[in-house]
């Protein structure tokens, strides 16, 4: 992150903590006030969420029985209703209801609206805080001008497991790097206070640990050490509360046998207890019957018991709150106090986003209809995508693409591909509005170079029959170009894969192309890490380029040209093989270290080696970086103390360009045996040819501590290792120093 970043985001914090303590008391004042003019029904029914697909779209089409229910003041919130006259027009059923409660409006806003951002671990690529809090804001923006007031995101789950396809929605698997990003995520979607009109409310997801999902499978069961828990998994949601997220949804997963939408330790004890959180709980679509699934609960009223008593403020789209909680609290199962809670939080957002004063407040035509066409949206996709991209291989410098090139051969499935290139949960989207790698290319090169273009492969079929069409306009070509990958609709929610590869015959597409002799760059497509280890080896050029939505074939051809100098790094570990999975970067030297050239007797694997094929914080750049003379302040310091560490960057290429610096440390001797490097820190540094930079981290007793088998964030005395470089698996620096 900037330097500039992290003060004007703490900045940004303390001023929303001072001016929230005032605004809470007269917002309490005004929910209570309506609190003591509301009857049971009323609500139970602000707990409840229900999908308006069946009611937004031609009014024939309305579903009679939830527009009812609407003006009984039987709904709190309806998700999926979208565009200002469908939200105005529901809103107004809400205002014929006895109290005219007005009703939030929500919707998976995950990286854009209209316009369409790279998918988010795309964007985690770039490191750059500042660029992914304008993402959010931007696609914030457009949803709250078509009427909406919530979006279900930032998805903070880390995600260690490459077949999950919902890994393509969050920030990796770092949580260090996903604390920054959710943080950045929820105040770009939120704005400095919530009530601005081009922000909406943030939500946190999915409490907690869905991304350890067993195997990758989709919903599926998780059995985890408390350890890692805390560990790893539960910070970014801390994060999040700190940041000020209006809401949290709960996961799909069940948590060592107890499904999340039920888990009291999760919600009562942590989320609401520990972490004195003031927002509302939502459910996962659906979650509190499936419990009966699971077979958790024997029955609907079971299921609704158990998610109120644990703490799940909202039902989204189960019904069951809404058909048994009257029953359970006239049978005195649950007590009224508990249903209060639950709609006073809620209440209290809906005054917080201004909706008592005007329920129509972000429903202005005039507004949709700018904010959608607005072209400064369409540069900040473009700046975003750019800067996401990450370059995994450069062979003989055959990147930027030379003047001499007068031919290019684009092969592949993904080359002139539109909707693709917007990935999955795209919100509103518009594929017409996707520039695709071809016509990025075209409209870099100009006329100057001839641009052949044929797909090649299919990324769903085993059809071969475009691979000799592809071998022949190769065969013509100075430079091929090969866009492959995954199609947008093979990662995202229950997309699960348990082959990681080219899906198709890309892989046959690839050797066919290759083996013309044709210096080949692989341009790769993908929501997740793929595994491609020829490709890797035998393209001249590999360029890793997700799915990065409107803007992609400018932004990708930006890089190709060299417009752009990449300057994205993974962050996620790029596994060989799907059996070495879960691979993170901080692994464990265990009591068998590991030693490439032994085959016996450790740990790894006796078929493949124990590294990635690229690492966690890898990706090259058109220039060149040296770090060197690393120097700490001191080498000793106590708990209260702080150590600097400062070292000379310096561009030693002939290019302008940007490294992300990256801090990790190692306790090599601890009470819960510590990972071989854990992220602590990192910037973003700008520098043009030859300039040279010192650059300073600070490291504090935070910087140190892990949590102790007490689960108390803790550090412990003794000796320490700091190590600084461009990507975890290449650390020049290294330092020694000690804790007292
Ligand atoms: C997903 C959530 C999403 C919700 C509403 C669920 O299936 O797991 O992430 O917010 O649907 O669309």
């Not at 703490?10 to 303590?21: K, M, N, R």
């Not at 071998?471 to 090969?482: H, N, R, S, T």
Request: aromatic fraction near 8%; charge should be positive; include cysteine.
């Amino acid at each position: 992150m900037h330097k500039l970043g992290i003060g004007v985001l703490s900045l940004a914090l303390a001023g929303i903590q001072l001016s929230a303590v005032a605004q809470r008391k007269s917002v309490n004042q005004r929910v209570d006030s309506v609190m003591r003019l509301m009857t049971l029904d009323e609500k139970i029914g602000q707990l409840n969420q229900y999908s308006g697909r069946e009611v937004t779209g031609p009014l024939v089409k309305q579903n009679a029985n939830m527009l009812n229910d609407i003006k009984l003041g039987r709904v709190g919130s309806m998700l999926n209703v979208q565009g200002v006259k469908n939200t105005r027009q529901v809103q107004e059923v809400a205002m014929q209801s006895r109290l005219k409660i007005p009703l939030l409006f929500g919707m998976d806003v995950i990286h854009g609206y209209k316009t369409i951002f790279p998918v988010p671990l795309a964007e985690s690529a770039t490191w750059d805080m500042d660029l992914i809090g304008l993402s959010a804001h931007i696609a914030a923006k457009e949803a709250a001008a078509v009427g909406l007031h919530w979006t279900f995101a930032p998805m903070v789950d880390i995600a260690r497991d490459p077949r999950w396809g919902r890994i393509m929605e969050g920030a990796g698997e770092d949580t260090y790097l996903g604390n920054e990003i959710a943080k950045a995520r929820i105040i770009g979607f939120q704005g400095k206070k919530l009530g601005g009109l081009d922000a909406v409310m943030a939500c946190a997801k999915h409490f907690a640990a869905y991304g350890a999902v067993s195997s990758g499978r989709d919903y599926n069961d998780v059995e985890m050490s408390d350890h890692q828990l805390w560990e790893t998994y539960l910070p970014p949601f801390k994060a999040a509360v700190d940041a000020g997220a209006a809401t949290f949804m709960s996961s799909f997963n069940t948590l060592n046998g107890v499904p999340a939408a039920a888990s009291d330790y999760l919600q009562r004890d942590i989320l609401k207890g520990k972490w004195n959180y003031s927002g509302f709980v939502v459910s996962d679509w659906g979650s509190i019957d499936q419990m009966i699934k699971w077979g958790y609960v024997a029955d609907k009223k079971e299921a609704a018991l158990k998610a109120i008593l644990s703490g799940c403020d909202m039902d989204m789209m189960s019904y069951s709150y809404l058909e048994h909680l009257k029953d359970l609290v006239s049978s005195k199962k649950v007590s009224v106090k508990i249903i209060d809670d639950a709609v006073k939080r809620i209440l209290a957002k809906k005054f917080e986003l201004g909706l008592f004063d005007d329920p129509y407040r972000f429903c202005s035509e005039e507004r949709e209809k700018a904010e959608l066409n607005n072209p400064e949206h369409v540069n900040a996709t473009l700046k975003v995508a750019q800067k996401s991209i990450v370059l995994l291989k450069n062979q003989d410098a055959v990147l930027p693409i030379k003047q001499s090139v007068k031919t290019i051969a684009l092969i592949g499935p993904l080359g002139d591909s539109k909707r693709d290139m917007q990935g999955a949960w795209a919100g509103a989207n518009d594929a017409d509005r996707v520039v695709t790698l071809l016509k990025g290319l075209q409209q870099k090169l100009g006329n100057n170079v001839r641009i052949n273009f044929v797909k090649g492969a299919s990324i769903k079929t085993n059809d071969t029959t475009g691979i000799a069409e592809a071998v022949k306009i190769a065969k013509d070509a100075d430079l091929v170009i090969m866009a492959l990958g995954e199609a947008y609709d093979m990662s995202g929610e229950s997309r699960s894969r348990a082959d990681i590869g080219l899906p198709g015959k890309q892989n046959e597409l690839f050797n066919a192309v290759q083996a013309t002799g044709k210096p080949v760059v692989a341009v790769l497509m993908a929501g997740r890490p793929l595994t491609f280890n020829q490709i890797a080896d035998k393209a001249k050029a590999v360029v890793y380029a997700w799915f990065l939505g409107d803007q992609a074939g400018n932004a990708i051809a930006d890089v190709l040209t060299g417009k752009m100098n990449p300057s994205g790094k993974l962050p996620v570990t790029f596994p060989r093989s799907v059996g070495q999975i879960p691979l993170t970067y901080n692994d464990y030297k265990t009591g068998h270290p590991y030693n490439a050239n032994v085959f016996q007797y450790q740990t790894g694997y006796i078929d493949v080696p124990n590294s990635p094929l690229y690492a966690f914080g890898y990706g090259l750049s058109y220039t060149t970086y040296k770090y060197a003379d690393l120097k700490l302040s001191n080498t000793t310091m106590d708990k209260k103390g702080v150590i600097t560490a400062s070292f000379n960057l310096t561009n030693t290429g002939t290019t302008a360009g940007e490294e992300v610096v990256q801090l990790y440390v190692h306790d090599p001797v601890a009470s819960v045996v510590q990972p071989t490097k854990k992220l602590k820190g990192f910037q973003k540094v700008a520098l043009s040819p030859g300039e040279s930079k010192t650059i300073s981290f600070t490291i504090s007793n935070e910087t140190l501590a892990f949590y102790n088998q007490q689960l108390k964030w803790d550090s412990e005395p003794g000796k320490f290792k700091i190590m600084i470089g461009g990507s975890s698996d290449k650390l020049e620096l290294q330092a020694d120093m000690e804790l007292k």
